[in-house]
């Protein structure tokens, strides 16, 4: 097969060979999906365990509930809200990757890319007005895209945390009157990570794939709106090889996951 | 892979008066052992490796032995809930190994074990079953044997589950949670057409009453019972089937000590009335002193002496029976009896010693026995023991 | 003997349920859209105001899904009194909002149940016979699963063309892992049961020990992962719709009322929130459907079984 091969044919939609196109886009996406990362993670982690030390109490059913708001709103109705709330009427952060003359500037032969990340090209360039820029374009889609993921770690965390905190040496460890602050810290927290490790490869994949909807609202040239234009158009070489392509990394995700996994956790390197 | 001779050496008694309903021939189930990323079998768990017995009809057959020994797996492998690695399993003679086998693997058993042997010009039957088949196949050839002994299957199969039930040691996971009890009793009857629908409610009800729990009981789920109940429900399954041979595996280890002999009193007065068999399983050597007509002990998924119950317990002939004794609480203070410490653990089914299984632990263990395995022989009349030194202990 | 447990545990569970104020609401804006649905004629009468028949009275619409265009003037027309929740591409957003309440449950609700039936069987072979037949399930199992739902869903409505029914099948064929994993794993645990055990000795059939046997004991858990899974589904398919690839142009589906709006989100820049009522609308006709659905998927877990994530 020629997929094999790395020919995936060509891509009607960005008139180009389908992986150069993949290939030339990815870098959008995966910015996007680091940026949206570290508030997800934040937060999710932060409040999750949050709401299983105060389990039951006010706070703890205030954030479920939350959690719960955000994870039903379908992002692109979350992702309009954005545009229209912080683009129409604040005029902020408008759609699309960089400004006009950013973007010219960017395309410019002298330009140095070295990560093909806009945000970091930037900055290596020395370029601070289009590293504003490219933020400036990027935090819409990154507000969108962590809201929908950050309750999903949330929930995780919690019910992590909640069956660590019942386990036998979390008692015997407030039993011998550690103060509850190192209990849940130094004691819990630790163990109550691996179930949430596990997920991250989820996590990761599912920010990534994510995108489609967000970057067609927001305008942004990553692969998920090669995809999703592709799809609409009815071209099938791209959306099979955007949809591998993705594939591919999720497989690889949760290897990585996998060993991680085994590294760090004694159960099972026993077993 | 099938041992087709028979693995008792007999020399006292060559035949018996008594009518076989069970026969296990060199029964081995062994378990893999998988790991690693490709789940790779890396080890076997010899559970039970090569276990022969015979139980009669309308008797009760006590299987005894420590935890782990393979109680469970005989009981398990010979109800084919397992799938035996090797060795026969011979109802009321006729073989019914293949039986929950696919028909090709049936066919395969067959040809493997009788066939290839019946072939040959100098054949000598070495029992019974061995004259039974080789008379069909002398008078209907090689098709009429496979047909008598393949021919059916599915009926074959459903007569078996009739024939042998089991009674769980379990009584709170042996019963279906969410089924009411008179659907719990009356499934396996209504399945083989034992009786008619509208018959049901009055057979579950007389089969209630006869295990002790009031007929009106049967819209119940089974937690509104006790424990004790529980295993009364699980007999009165097991006997409407009208079954012949009942295994309890353990059946009231998990009861009270004041429920256990009401349960034990009435499984009794069930094998009259019923004219049942029972192989009765259990690790409790006083138990099984009550209830069994003969005795048999298994030791590491081998069976280290068998005899009748009085002849076992008076005159205990291996080493391994004799320490298990030692250990029952004697209600007469005045017979001293020296107790037996065991040294050491179970060695693992995983690898077993070499020689005899016991030797490690064995108070009178001579060189020969780590070196050659005994094999089960007929000591005195009816009564088997595997060890060089019989007696000794 | 005590009262028969099953039914005081039952109310023990119901009253649990009706303790905790996040079921109440998500069983009550269930029930709101549930009787939206019922009533969706009464509510939106579907018919045709630009075309009156010879008595001189609206024209009914042959397919009520479809919504009329009532006005040729695409740009969206603000709340009225006669279309409270105002007009886009000349249908009225509160005609589509509450005819999209019933395609919205024949979405979920139907993709919800074939998947999960496919689920339950795949799953139940898996588990129940074991061996080789479980290791390949589960190779197929793992394959489907590593592909994102969406992308699977966009490859496959591009293979079988765009339309509702499409999307469903996708959904389908994408969407029963969960179950099937799921089952497999409380089959595994229960299998080994002795009433089980017991009832193969007694000579019955595997077809009925997984109905009768194991089933009943593992099959409450897929239940609620399923209520849970409702929401994320009615997303999915409103964000196939969003991005042109399910329900057709003026059908009455949430996503694709909002297809229409980000058009002209995107065509105006920093004026102010002129077309809010076009995203509001149907997009809190979603977000609602989709809270009912998790709030009520959540409760039912806190209940029923604890353990579940
Ligand atoms: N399904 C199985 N898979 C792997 N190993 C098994 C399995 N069932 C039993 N074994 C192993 O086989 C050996 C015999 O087990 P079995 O349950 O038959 O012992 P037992 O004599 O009934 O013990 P107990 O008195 O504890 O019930 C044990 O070492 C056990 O770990
Ligand atoms: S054979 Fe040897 S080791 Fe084994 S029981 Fe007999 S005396 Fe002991
Ligand atoms: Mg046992």
Redesign the pocket.
């Known amino acids: 097969m020629n997929a094999l091969q790395g020919d995936l044919g060509w891509s009607q939609v960005g008139k180009e060979p389908v992986l150069k196109a993949i290939l030339g886009r990815f870098p959008y996406t995966l910015e996007l999906a680091l940026y949206a990362l570290f508030p997800v993670v934040g937060v999710g982690i932060w409040l999750g365990v949050k709401a299983a030390v105060k389990r039951d109490k006010f706070l703890d059913h205030f954030i479920r509930i939350v959690a719960i708001i955000g994870w039903s709103f379908p992002d692109f109705v979350f992702g309009l809200l954005v545009l229209m709330i912080f683009y129409s009427v604040l005029g902020w952060f408008p759609p699309g990757n960089l400004s006009l003359w950013a973007e010219q500037i960017v395309k410019s032969p002298n330009y140095l890319k070295v990560t093909h990340l806009l945000t970091i090209d930037a900055l290596i360039n020395g370029r601070f007005d289009i590293f504003l820029d490219a933020l400036r374009h990027i935090v819409g889609p990154v507000i969108t895209l962590s809201f929908l993921w950050w309750a999903y770690l949330l929930r995780i965390t919690r019910s992590s945390m909640l069956e660590v905190l019942s386990k036998e040496y979390v008692r015997t460890a407030r039993a011998k009157g550690v103060p509850e602050r190192d209990v849940i810290h130094k004691h819990a927290k630790r163990n109550a990570m691996i179930p949430v490790v596990t997920v991250a490869g989820a996590m990761v994949i599912g920010l990534l794939s994510g995108t489609v909807i967000i970057e067609v609202i927001f305008n942004r040239t990553g692969i998920g709106q090669l995809a999703a234009r592709a799809a609409v158009e009815l071209d099938y070489a791209t959306v099979l090889g955007t949809t591998l392509f993705y594939s591919i990394i999720l497989v690889l995700g949760n290897l990585i996951i996998d060993i991680l996994y085994a590294v760090f956790d004694p159960r099972v390197r026993l077993s | 892979m099938m041992n087709t001779n028979s693995t008792i050496n007999r020399t006292f008694s060559e035949q018996k008066k008594q009518e076989v309903l069970l026969r296990i021939d060199n029964l081995v189930k062994y378990?893999p052992i998988r790991a690693g990323v490709f789940k790779r079998i890396v080890a076997w768990?010899k559970?039970?490796d090569g276990v022969s017995f015979e139980v009669y009809k309308g008797e009760t057959v006590g299987l005894v032995?420590?935890?782990?020994?393979?109680?469970?797996?005989?009981g398990m492998t010979l109800l084919r809930l397992?799938e035996p690695t090797s060795g026969r399993i011979i109802v009321d003679g006729e073989d019914t190994t293949h039986y929950f086998l696919p028909k090709w693997k049936a066919k395969r058993y067959v040809e493997k074990v009788y066939l290839s042997r019946f072939k040959n010009n100098n054949f000598q039957p070495v029992d019974e079953l061995d004259r039974k088949y080789f008379e069909i196949f002398k008078n209907n050839g090689e098709e009429g044997l496979l047909e008598y002994l393949i021919g059916d299957l599915e009926e074959k199969r459903l007569k078996f589950r009739r024939d042998i039930q089991i009674v769980f040691q379990d009584p709170y996971s042996s019963l279906n949670p969410r089924m009411r009890v008179k659907n719990i009793l009356a499934e396996g009857p209504l399945a083989h057409g034992l009786f008619r629908k509208s018959e049901a409610l009055d057979r579950v009800g007389r089969a209630l009453e006869e295990v002790g729990i009031h007929p009106t009981h049967m819209y119940r789920f089974p937690h509104e019972f006790s424990g004790g109940q529980r295993q009364r429900i699980g007999i009165a399954r097991a006997l409407l089937m009208n079954p012949k041979l009942i295994i309890a595996d353990?059946a009231v280890a998990a009861l009270d000590v004041s429920i256990r002999s009401q349960v034990i009193n009435l499984m009794m007065d069930l094998q009259k009335e019923h004219n049942l068999t029972y192989l009765f399983?259990s690790?409790d050597l006083s138990l099984i002193k009550y209830i069994s007509s003969r005795v048999v002990v298994?030791y590491l998924?081998k069976v280290v002496e068998t005899a009748k119950k009085k002849d076992l317990f008076e005159e205990p002939l291996h080493p391994y029976t004799k320490a298990l004794m030692s250990a029952i609480p004697v209600p007469n203070p005045e017979y001293k009896k020296q107790r037996i410490i065991l040294q050491g653990d179970v060695p693992s089914?995983v690898n077993p010693p070499k020689g005899c299984y016991f030797h490690p632990r064995c108070p009178v263990a001579k060189p020969i026995c780590s070196q050659e395995r005994p094999e089960l022989r007929e000591v005195k009349p009816e009564h088997y023991v595997a060890c060089h030194f019989p007696g000794s202990l | 003997m005590s009262e028969p447990k099953p039914r005081s545990e039952f109310r023990r569970m119901m009253r649990k349920l009706l303790r905790n104020p996040s079921a109440i609401l998500g069983f009550s804006l269930l029930a709101f859209f549930v009787l939206v649905a019922i009533f969706a004629p009464y509510i939106a009468e579907p018919v045709n105001p630009q075309m009156l028949d010879e008595n001189g009275k609206p024209m009914r619409l042959d397919n009520p899904y479809i919504m009329p265009v009532i006005t040729w003037s695409s740009e969206p027309i603000p709340p009225s009194k006669e279309h409270p929740f105002g007009m886009i591409q000349g249908r009225d957003i509160f005609y589509g909002v509450v005819w999209g309440t019933r395609t919205a449950f024949y979405i979920g609700l139907t993709v919800t149940l074939i998947s999960t039936a496919v689920g339950i069987v795949i799953g139940s072979i898996s588990g129940y016979y074991g061996g080789w037949i479980d290791e390949i399930l589960m190779r197929i199992t793992d394959v489907f699963l590593s592909i994102p739902f969406l992308l699977a869903a966009m490859v496959l409505t591009t293979i079988l063309g765009n339309g509702l029914d499409k999307v469903m099948i996708a959904m389908v064929v994408f969407g029963w892992m969960g179950a099937a994993r799921l089952i497999r794993a409380n089959i595994l645990q229960v299998k080994e049961e002795q009433f089980v055990l017991a009832a193969k000795a007694l000579g019955i059939k595997d077809f009925f020990i997984i109905l009768r046997h194991i089933l009943p004991n593992t099959i409450f858990p897929v239940l609620i992962q399923a209520s849970m899974r409702m929401g994320s589904l009615v997303i999915t398919a409103a964000g196939l719709s969003f991005l042109g690839l399910g329900a057709p142009l003026g059908y009455a589906d949430w996503g694709s009322m909002l297809n229409f709006t980000r058009n002209w989100i995107l065509g105006t820049s920093g004026s102010s929130m002129t077309y809010w009522y076009a995203v509001f609308y149907p997009g809190m006709a979603m977000v609602l459907f989709v809270l009912a659905w998790n709030l009520v998927g959540d409760a039912l877990r806190d209940v029923f079984d604890p353990r579940l994530k």
């Open positions: 378990f768990v559970a039970v032995g420590e935890s782990g020994c393979g109680k469970t797996t005989v397992y353990e399983i690790h298994m998924g089914p």
